[in-house]
């Protein structure tokens, strides 16, 4: 198989990966692929190439079964606004051709957001330059080779963030361990005292 600007990336950066060709269907996504590769859609990696209020691209790795929320991917950013970009933008900043975009060996420098939880996968396909062709690696090579940033920005089928990043949850990941344990200990605790109240409230009412 002829090697494209991402498996010459990945020979030169020595990251050991498996080739997998599939009959690619226009606009079908990764939902033909994995289909086609008899793997899991959500460890199919998607590259979405979007923009900031300024035009500047950046690369997003997001799981095939999740959408992106762009408003929490702009505030962890740090940017106004992320949307996606026109697919002759993106293939100008790629130098891909839209449906066979890899974020390996790409024309152009940009930033790489990755989705914190695709790191706790043990494989992952993700397109190796060249529509209908993905490769299988493990995705500690795409921290080792691209040094993404990682983000909380996954979105459900319903367009809701995953169980795992409610408000609370998300504070609890950003706190020292020893403190989140108490944080939850102390909300286990009202929640018993609470219980405990109601009891007692209970058997203080008359009976007839």
């Avoid at 998607?46 to 300024?54: A, G, I, R, S, W």
């Avoid at 606004?81 to 051709?97: F, H, I, L, N």
């Avoid at 957001?113 to 795409?142: D, Q, W």
């Avoid at 040094?147 to 706190?175: F, Q, W």
Wanted: glycine letters at 8%; charged letters at 25%.
């Amino acid at each position: 198989m002829a090697d494209t600007p991402a498996t010459m990336f990945l020979k030169a950066h020595r990251v050991s990966y498996t080739e997998h060709e599939y009959d690619y269907v226009e606009h079908g996504g990764t939902e033909v692929s994995s289909r086609a590769l008899g793997v899991p859609e959500h460890e199919v990696v998607k590259t979405l190439v979007m923009q900031d209020e300024n035009a500047k691209p950046l690369i997003v790795l997001m799981h095939g079964d999740r959408k992106v929320s762009t408003k929490n991917l702009a505030r962890q950013a740090g940017v106004k606004r992320v949307e996606p970009c026109k697919p002759e933008v993106a293939q100008r900043q790629s130098g891909y051709q839209v449906g066979g975009t890899s974020p390996f060996g790409t024309r152009k420098k940009m930033p790489i957001y990755l989705e914190r939880s695709v790191l706790e996968l043990p494989k992952i396909y993700i397109n190796g330059g060249r529509r209908g062709f993905l490769v299988g690696i493990a995705p500690a090579e795409i921290a080792r080779t691209l040094a993404p940033i990682l983000v909380d920005a996954a979105l459900d089928s319903r367009g809701l963030p995953r169980s795992s990043d409610t408000p609370t949850n998300l504070a609890l990941g950003r706190m020292p361990i020893f403190a989140a344990l108490t944080f939850t200990q102390g909300a286990l605790n009202s929640s018993v005292m609470s219980l405990a109240m109601r009891r007692f409230r209970r058997e203080l009412q008359p009976r007839d």
